[in-house]
């Protein structure tokens, strides 16, 4: 394959249709309170983990709703389950059990 | 897919467009990208439809590239324009026509600006005046080329050869329309059809005896966008979109791309090849690609012109499946030959796309 | 002899206004340019916030209609005229109805959908507006709303028509939200195999009971709510849509196959009550709906004595405000004829 010093880049938009969403549904079934999500962020502006890295545990849930599984193993791993997001959480989101199952749908899938 | 929805989206863009009398102003990329098309475009007018047509030779560049690549102050390209505008006024003309899509999108924003803020207007007419001496009148219709064939569709329909149908099945052709964004997204109700579902080249695919098709990716940009193309190490960027369309259109199987951009038709032509060389992929039949036309090309193919008159050997996706189709003859043996007779040299082929129809 | 008003518009403000007035011993007119009473309540299913069935509101404002209201049905207006202390109104038909004040009631349209071009409507086979999925819930034809389409992924579009410059409306609309909430909820209660998403700005679920609806269609009925607001969509070859949005909440570009796509079309104010309004040289705000005399404290009169605004002439309302306003029209306008 020839290379003109340039490259094809590859495209960000989610493609909803493309994506598997079996991961998705397996921590949807375990822990379905995940669904009351409203998006509001109190969950990613009290975890401590966030504040020094770029991990962002509303953003991660958010992408497996739509199937988007990329990095999720390696950012996965920065939580320390201190459970403060569940604490905070207005729509009682069970947050320490959606991680753990987020942990089993990984292991399973082999992702 | 309703089509009086779209019919009716057509009845509310219309624009004027001049009858007769234009004042013709190139594009300065096109004369290098298709250099045929111009050229085309003049043939039809004044030998097919026995139009007035005038050209000055001292008319430059509008700026147009250069003032969206940001190397052009607005005020420089007010002035250009006002130029061109006084050479029209001193050759006795009114209806201004432009090759360019581009130019279309600045002639129009400067005349609008102006609307606006008639105070840049009168600056820009003592710059001209400093500059060059000259005055100028604004025209009273400013229409792109590819307006005009719109216009006289049917009178190239009722003088046609050939038609956009594949003369094996009797089926229309099936065409993919790509309109330059500065033709509408700046003013929906400067163009034929508006933004959203325009009706310029539509309006010539279905009179020419083809099929319009929709697809997806359809309003995406051909990714020429000026900074993207001329910087190299943008190019990625620019690839990319075009990439997009391709494989957004591949399910679509169609038999051409029709465009009425100097850029889209460069891009969407080029980056084919440049694909298959960098990801072994290429569109269309038969690993040939999916010949990209511009709205002159097609309407020569159309009244019967020589493909090679018509400059169809300078696009790297071959046109030849598509003349097949069409059932149009062509001697393969002239492709790379000057009118002269002269042989100029074949070009090398491509790895993965088939570029020479039959082996040589 | 007795006082008398005169009201336009019998749609759930005029019918309301009406029915007071003639309680409290007003001699009422009501036109109504429509050959029924009712105006959009007419045309919904079940009503938000607890869908019940919107016959049960008719039939209530319709038992008002007592001795002392003179129904003009199919009445168009010609003229309205002041003179000293009376309006008369010219009738298209040549009757002349004469009145000691008047109540302008003629409500509000909705948007007409096809303005947003990109979206398609009228373009693309399947997609519809909120009012037409309430005539098929309506005309008992739900069975037929993705009649043999496998996949039934619908996805409902917020503030079409509404907040947007490009639609010439900045306002919100305010129950658009929540008529999509409450239809998506209506949908998957007969298709639970569909997968619905809406696509939103924000959430505006302003009044009592909507945030539950919303909690509602969230927990019991798995609806999902991306945050984007549709830019455009386009018709795949098998007449499905493909929608293009930004997931705000993850920052992506985002791409999706609906088999129907329905667009939550807002109110605009109604060249009716426009023409009106010229007429009589009422004043409009620059949303285009009426004024009334003073936002806070004078909401049910206008600058011009005798000429009173009920309900959703004055802005998007729905029918629980709408009745409450038009009832304290009616005590306005009773106060003003004494
Ligand atoms: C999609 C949608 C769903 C909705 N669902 C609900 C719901 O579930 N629950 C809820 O509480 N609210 C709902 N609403 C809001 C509800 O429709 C309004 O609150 C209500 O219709 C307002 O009543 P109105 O009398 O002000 O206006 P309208 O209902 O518009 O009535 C105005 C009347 O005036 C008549 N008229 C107009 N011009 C003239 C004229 N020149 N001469 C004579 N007559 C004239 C019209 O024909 C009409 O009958 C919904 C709105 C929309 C858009
Ligand atoms: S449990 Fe994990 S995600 Fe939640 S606050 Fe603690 S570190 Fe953050
Ligand atoms: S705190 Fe709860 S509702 Fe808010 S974003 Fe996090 S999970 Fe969602
Ligand atoms: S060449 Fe491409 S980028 Fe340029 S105006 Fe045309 S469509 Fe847009
Ligand atoms: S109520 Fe909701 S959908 Fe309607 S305009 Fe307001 S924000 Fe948009
Ligand atoms: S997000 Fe973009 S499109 Fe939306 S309001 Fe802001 S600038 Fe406009």
Same mark, same amino acid.
């Given at each position: 394959m020839k290379s003109f010093g340039y490259n094809i880049t590859e495209d960000r938009q989610i493609d909803f249709d493309a994506n598997d969403r079996n991961v998705t549904v397996f921590i949807n079934e375990i822990e379905p309170s995940i669904l009351l999500c409203m998006g509001c962020g109190s969950c990613t502006a009290t975890c401590t983990t966030g504040h020094f890295t770029d991990f962002n545990i509303r953003k991660i849930h958010t992408l497996i709703q739509r199937g988007e599984l990329k990095h999720l193993k390696k950012e996965i791993m920065k939580c320390m389950l201190c459970g403060k997001c569940q604490l905070v959480c207005p729509r009682g989101v069970n947050l320490r059990n959606l991680i753990l199952s987020i942990h089993t749908a990984l292991e399973k899938s082999g992702l | 897919m309703k089509i009086e929805g779209k019919q009716n989206i057509w009845k509310e863009y219309q624009k004027e467009i001049a009858e007769d009398h234009f004042f013709y102003v190139r594009s300065c990329v096109r004369q290098n990208f298709f250099p045929g098309s111009e050229k085309t475009f003049l043939r039809i007018l004044q030998y097919e439809l026995k139009k007035d047509l005038f050209e000055n030779p001292s008319h430059t560049t509008c700026s147009g590239i250069g003032y969206h690549t940001d190397i052009i102050p607005f005020e420089t390209s007010m002035t250009m324009v006002a130029r061109q505008f006084a050479l029209m006024t001193e050759a006795g003309y009114?209806?201004?026509?432009?090759?360019?899509?581009?130019?279309?999108?600045?002639?129009?924003?400067?005349?609008?600006?102006?609307?606006?803020?008639?105070?840049?207007?009168?600056?820009?007419?003592?710059?001209?005046? !400093?500059?060059?001496?000259? #005055?100028?009148? =604004? $025209?009273?219709?400013?229409?792109?080329?590819?307006?005009?064939?719109?216009? &006289?569709?049917?009178?190239?329909?009722?003088?046609?050869?050939?038609?956009?149908?594949?003369?094996?099945?009797?089926?229309?052709?099936?065409?993919?329309?790509?309109?330059?964004?500065?033709?509408?997204?700046?003013?929906?109700?400067?163009?034929?059809?508006?933004?959203?579902?325009?009706?310029?080249?539509?309006?010539?695919?279905?009179?020419?005896?083809?099929?319009?098709?929709?697809?997806?990716?359809?309003?995406?940009?051909?990714?020429?966008?000026?900074?993207?193309?001329?910087?190299?190490?943008?190019?990625?960027?620019?690839?990319?979109?075009?990439?997009? !369309?391709?494989?957004?259109? #591949?399910?679509? =199987? $169609?038999?051409?791309?029709?465009?009425?951009?100097?850029?889209?038709?460069? &891009?969407?032509?080029?980056?084919?090849?440049?694909?298959?060389?960098?990801?072994?992929?290429?569109?269309?039949?038969?690993?040939?690609?999916?010949?990209?036309?511009?709205?002159?090309?097609l309407a020569g193919l159309v009244l019967g012109y020589n493909p090679w008159d018509l400059g169809l050997q300078v696009h790297q996706v071959p046109a030849e499946p598509l003349l097949d189709k069409m059932g149009i003859p062509y001697d393969p043996e002239m492709k790379f030959r000057g009118a002269d007779g002269q042989d100029l040299g074949k070009p090398e082929a491509p790895t993965t796309l088939k570029f020479y129809a039959k082996e040589v | 002899m007795s006082k008398t008003a005169i009201i336009i518009g019998g749609g759930t403000a005029g019918m309301e206004t009406a029915s007071q007035l003639a309680r409290l011993g007003v001699e009422v007119d009501l036109i109504e340019k429509q050959p029924h009473l009712g105006g959009h309540l007419k045309n919904w299913d079940r009503l938000f916030p607890n869908r019940r069935n919107s016959d049960e509101v008719f039939d209530y404002l319709e038992k008002g209609m007592n001795d002392g209201i003179s129904l003009h049905l199919n009445a168009e207006i010609s003229n309205i005229r002041k003179s000293e202390e009376k309006f008369t109104i010219a009738l298209q038909d040549g009757k002349e109805l004469q009145s000691d004040a008047l109540v302008i009631a003629t409500g509000y349209e909705v948007f007409d959908a096809r303005k947003k071009e990109e979206y398609g409507y009228g373009i693309y086979d399947n997609v519809i507006t909120s009012v037409e999925l309430e005539e098929f819930f309506r005309s008992n034809k739900q069975k037929n709303l993705l009649e043999g389409v496998a996949s039934k992924r619908i996805g409902i579009i917020h503030c079409v028509g509404s907040r947007d410059e490009k639609a010439g409306n900045l306002y919100c609309s305010k129950l658009c939200c929540v008529t999509g909430v409450k239809q998506a909820i209506e949908i998957k209660e007969l298709m639970p195999d569909a997968e619905i998403f809406c696509f939103y700005m924000d959430l505006r679920m302003f009044d009592r009971h909507f945030e539950e609806m919303y909690y509602e269609a969230q927990e019991k009925w798995g609806i999902q709510f991306i945050r984007g607001r549709l830019s455009e969509a386009s018709e795949n070859t098998d007449h499905t849509l493909l929608v293009k949005v930004e997931d705000t909440l993850t920052g992506l570009p985002l791409k999706m196959k609906v088999d129907l796509l329905i667009l939550l079309v807002g109110f605009v104010p109604s060249p009716e009550t426009r023409r009106l309004a010229a007429m009589l040289g009422l004043k409009e705000g620059d949303d285009r709906f009426l004024c009334p005399a003073d936002e806070h404290t004078i909401t049910n009169s206008t600058e011009i004595p005798g000429v009173f605004l009920a309900g959703t002439v004055k802005g998007p309302a729905g029918i629980a405000n709408t009745i409450t306003d038009a009832r304290a029209t009616a005590i306005q306008v009773a106060d003003y004829l004494k």
């Open positions: - | 009114e209806n201004l026509v432009t090759s360019c899509i581009t130019s279309f999108g600045l002639y129009s924003e400067v005349l609008e600006t102006w609307h606006h803020f008639p105070e840049l207007e009168e600056k820009t007419r003592q710059f001209l005046r !400093k500059a060059t001496g000259r #005055e100028f009148k =604004k $025209p009273a219709n400013v229409s792109h080329a590819s307006d005009i064939i719109f216009k &006289f569709r049917k009178e190239i329909a009722e003088k046609s050869k050939y038609s956009l149908v594949n003369k094996d099945t009797g089926k229309p052709l099936r065409v993919v329309e790509h309109i330059g964004c500065h033709y509408s997204k700046m003013f929906p109700s400067k163009g034929i059809g508006g933004a959203e579902y325009p009706y310029v080249l539509v309006g010539m695919i279905e009179d020419w005896g083809g099929e319009v098709i929709d697809y997806p990716e359809r309003r995406h940009c051909c990714g020429f966008g000026f900074r993207q193309y001329l910087v190299q190490a943008n190019r990625g960027f620019s690839i990319s979109c075009s990439k997009k !369309k391709f494989d957004s259109m #591949e399910p679509y =199987k $169609p038999d051409m791309i029709l465009t009425n951009c100097p850029g889209c038709p460069m &891009f969407l032509d080029r980056w084919q090849y440049a694909i298959s060389e960098m990801e072994g992929k290429t569109y269309g039949e038969n690993n040939q690609g999916i010949p990209v036309l511009t709205y002159e090309e | -």
